[in-house]
């Protein structure tokens, strides 16, 4: 079954710079293809994702998050269990689930930093996208050649 559907996750913390992703996704695939979810934080992402999965509807789902040292915990401890989980959904329902994470080590909430994540985003999702409609449909050759 060929899927032209794409869930599209992000993050609320930091929304101003994590919604650029999805900008950069809209230049390789069109909007009415996508169907856009917000969670609070990259915690919660994982779990949607795997929800979203299961439905069967999508060919790919990609989910972007900033990931900021906020000093209570370590970023890299939340970063990674958010791209371990990531990776169990897709593994666990088949179904490809991209990571636009990013896990800075020197953020800081000025004009300038966020001037550059915002455009980082905008790249990041794109490549997302690109990734998408790639594997998409070299596991359509896949299946086919079955």
Not at 12 to 23: C, F, G, K, Y
Not at 57 to 78: K, L, M
Request: hydrophobic share 45%.
């Amino acid at each position: 079954m060929t899927h032209t559907r794409y869930a599209f996750v992000k993050a609320n913390w930091h929304s101003d710079i994590v919604d650029q992703a999805l900008e950069g996704f809209l230049q390789f695939i069109p909007a009415d293809q996508i169907d856009v979810f917000d969670v609070p934080g990259a915690f919660e992402m994982p779990l949607l994702a795997r929800d979203l999965a299961q439905t069967g509807r999508y060919a790919a789902i990609a989910c972007a998050a900033f990931v900021v040292d906020g000093g209570i915990y370590r970023h890299d401890f939340v970063a990674q269990a958010v791209v371990d989980g990531l990776m169990r959904a897709g593994m666990d329902t088949g179904v490809p689930v991209l990571s636009v994470s990013l896990t800075p080590h020197q953020y800081q909430e000025t004009d300038h930093h966020n001037a550059i994540y915002r455009a980082h985003f905008v790249e990041k999702g794109r490549e997302a996208a690109q990734a998408a409609l790639k594997i998409t449909e070299t596991r359509e050759k896949v299946a086919q050649a079955a």
